[in-house]
Every structure is written in C-alpha cells, then in structure tokens.
C-alpha cells in the first residue's frame, strides 16, 4: 500500500521561500519517477515538475528557474524548494508519481499561501 505524505507548505510573502516535503510509504521511488502538482482554488490541478528515476528533471514553463525537484531515495522523500514565490503560487500542493499520476496515490497535499 503506497501512502504519499506532504509537508512544508505554510504563509509567505512573495519573493520568499519555502521547502515542501513528500514521505513515501511503499516500494514506489524505485519503481517510478515522482512529480509535484497543485491545485490553486477555482482551478484544476495543473502538474509542477518530476523528477525522473534517473534523476533528470522537468519543470513547468511558470516555474522554470525558481523550484527545484529533488528525491533522496534513501529516505524515500521527495522535495521541491520554492524560492522567488509569487501570489500566483498559492495553491495546494500534492506530490505523486510523475505524469501520468496514480489516481489512488493522491494525499492530502500541503497549503502554500503567498501574500503580503
């Protein structure tokens, strides 16, 4: 049973940083590479970026040169660093395997709220 646990997520003001975390139960990170999606109010759930099983990595263009993927598979977690964060990535943050997500894997996510 895969069980995804996010954490990090909080308030800061925009140009800030902040430094979410995704605990992985399960065999998954040496199965499959791993991604962050989000989800702000109103909208869908867009994906962030992955991290392939190889280790390279993709970003979404809105997100390209301010966070940063990385997975420690030691420690079977998963993480993004956010630095520069605009209003725009308000949003709840979910971590998962990378496109296509599982739909079962999905955890609770974690809230980052940037505002002044």
């Known amino acids: 049973q895969v069980q995804l646990v996010e954490s990090g997520g909080g308030l800061v003001q925009p140009g800030g940083s902040l430094r979410l975390s995704c605990a992985a139960s399960?065999?998954?990170?040496?199965?499959?590479?791993m991604g962050w999606y989000r989800q702000a109010p109103g909208k869908q759930r867009e994906w962030v970026a992955t991290?392939?099983?190889?280790?390279?990595?993709i970003y979404a263009e809105s997100v390209m040169g301010r966070f940063t993927i990385s997975r420690d598979n030691t420690k079977n977690t998963l993480y993004l660093q956010m630095n520069r964060l605009k209003p725009e990535d308000t949003a709840v943050y979910y971590c998962?395997?990378?496109?296509?997500?599982?739909?079962?894997?999905w955890g609770q996510g974690t809230q980052v709220t940037v505002s002044s």
């Open positions: 991290i392939r099983s190889g280790g390279s990595t």
């Open positions: 399960g065999n998954i990170f040496s199965l499959y590479g």
């Open positions: 998962n395997t990378g496109r296509p997500p599982i739909h079962g894997y």
